[in-house]
């Protein structure tokens, strides 16, 4: 079996390290804009050579669409233009609803399946790829029904065989759910980050003051912004949506604060607590 990687980098990557621990005979094949990431790639044993990408998608049964979303979007009509018969392509982007319009009339649309594997690091790039990012996650399968029966088995056991956990949801439910469970928190972070930079002028007291707590709440504005402004525009009616409900919050807490009503402010951090029973269950499961 042959596998095209078009884009080689976190998500991409770490991909190929899982599989081909598990199918030590397929054969991988990466598509880079970068030159120097598909150098990369192959140094690291992500893919075994870099094609271009017509050469690639045409002689591949399985190809991973594995770029930043505005880049899915482009490419996915013409991977099915150009894909054999017998090939099936995936996607991995973190927005499901205009990835899966932009190909729900195309003549080959049941050789796409629309997916969200629900991992990911601040880091990005062949480097950041890692073995063990994908393994004990979630991975969401949207709009399965429209995927041809032989496509959709060969994607499901491929991330179930790697250890990942499948869910289904239609693409407006995916990215209704993300917009408060991942691409807020995003937001937050890149804000606090802002805020911090904004009035510690000083970096060397932001380093000497950081504490643990501020860095992991801080971590996920490291990520890449070419990858983090198409989610947000592709999902803008959910995302600010998010931000309003967040922000809201925001304004009940100050207001709190800045009457001094320490048992509002009291109740407001018990209540959230509760995330901490949620969470908890989840990673029980």
Known sequence: MTISIIGTGLLGGS????????YPK???VGVDASMVHGQLAVAKGLVDEVLPFEQAVS????????TPVNTIIEL???????LPHFGTVVDLGSTK?????????????AQFVAAHPMAGTENSGPGAAFRDLLPGKN???CDREKSRPDSLTLVESIFRDIGMKLFYMTPQEHDLHLAYVSHLSHISAFALGLTVL???KDEQTIFDMASTGFSSTV????????????IFDQNRQNVSQALSDYIEFLQQFKTAIDAGDTGESFGFMARANVIRRVLEGIDKK
């Open 219 to 230: 971590r996920l504005a490291k990520s890449s912004p070419a990858m983090w402004a198409p």
């Open 97 to 109: 609803e205009t990835i899966c319009a932009v190909v729900d009339d195309h003549v080959r649309r």
């Open 139 to 141: 991975l969401i399968i």
């Open 198 to 200: 904004e009035k510690e």
């Open 26 to 28: 397929v054969r991988f």
């Open 59 to 66: 002689q591949s049964d399985l190809v991973v669409l594995a």
């Open 15 to 22: 991909f190929a390290l899982a599989v081909r621990e598990k």
């Open 76 to 82: 996915l009509p013409t991977v099915l233009d150009t």
